[in-house]
């Protein structure tokens, strides 16, 4: 079965710091999506890629966080500098298009000390 | 602002009975609504969803639509102990290229 693959599982940074996440979504799905779940709530979207291009990063902290998929297939998340108030889950989900439900990864654990 | 609103829970239900999870949604325009599950410590994953008013059954879960209240809900016949999880209700605003609006999820408690 195509998987969503997320990259790494865990990450214990310090506040201050960069981090960076990896995504590779199933072969095909134009669509790709950040989202970012803190414990006890459900997922937020960060941003949305439709190939290459964004089309919404309305809630993208863009002060310190960054996103982009650069040939349209693989994505990197990247925080800089990472606060204590972003440690959540970060979930990379990808899409056939729309009207459809989205297949997530298995996540990145992200816990800023 | 778009909302989806689920009751957090926990629901608790012994074995075997059904489970009745609900959401409501804001947007009068949604057109598809989605439930998934999450394991504590996992990532969501698709369980069922529905497009057309009234109900869609696979296997011991149903899905129920009702535009007219924006209401959806989820039924689990025959509960069992590995049902236990949080149920994410989730709904696109708007028809078209926008991303689903998650609810908090539903906590539910299989109890054998």
């Known amino acids: 079965e195509a998987e969503v693959a997320q990259s790494p599982r865990y990450k214990i940074t310090e506040k201050s710091q960069a981090v960076a996440f990896w995504c590779d979504p199933i072969?095909?799905?134009?669509?790709l999506y950040w989202y970012r779940q803190i414990l006890g709530q459900g997922p937020e979207l960060l941003v949305q890629?439709?190939?290459?291009?964004?089309?919404?990063d309305s809630q993208l902290p863009k002060d310190r966080f960054s996103a982009e998929r650069l040939k349209g297939v693989d994505s990197t998340l990247k925080i800089q500098p990472a606060e204590l108030g972003d440690s959540a889950m970060y979930l990379c989900?990808?899409?056939?298009?729309?009207?459809?439900?989205?297949?997530f990864g298995s996540g990145t654990r992200l816990t800023v000390v | 602002q778009k909302e989806v609103e689920q009751n957090s829970g926990p629901l608790s239900v012994p074995e075997g009975a059904i489970a009745s999870l609900n959401c409501t949604y804001s947007?009068?325009?949604?057109?598809?609504f989605f439930w998934y599950r999450q394991y504590s410590g996992k990532s969501p994953e698709l369980i069922m969803f529905?497009?057309?008013?009234g109900d869609k059954e696979d296997g011991r879960f149903t899905a129920q639509l009702n535009k007219a209240s924006q209401y959806v809900s989820l039924l689990i016949r025959d509960s069992q102990p590995s049902d236990s999880a949080t149920y994410l209700c989730?709904?696109?605003?708007?028809?078209?290229?926008?991303?689903?609006?998650f609810g908090k999820g539903t906590r539910l408690s299989v109890i054998a």
């Open positions: 989900a990808s899409s056939p298009g729309t009207d459809y439900g989205y297949t």
């Open positions: 890629f439709q190939d290459e291009s964004v089309v919404d």
């Open positions: 529905i497009y057309s008013n």
């Open positions: 947007d009068r325009g949604s057109q598809s």
């Open positions: 989730a709904v696109p605003p708007l028809s078209g290229n926008t991303p689903l609006v």
């Open positions: 072969s095909g799905h134009a669509t």
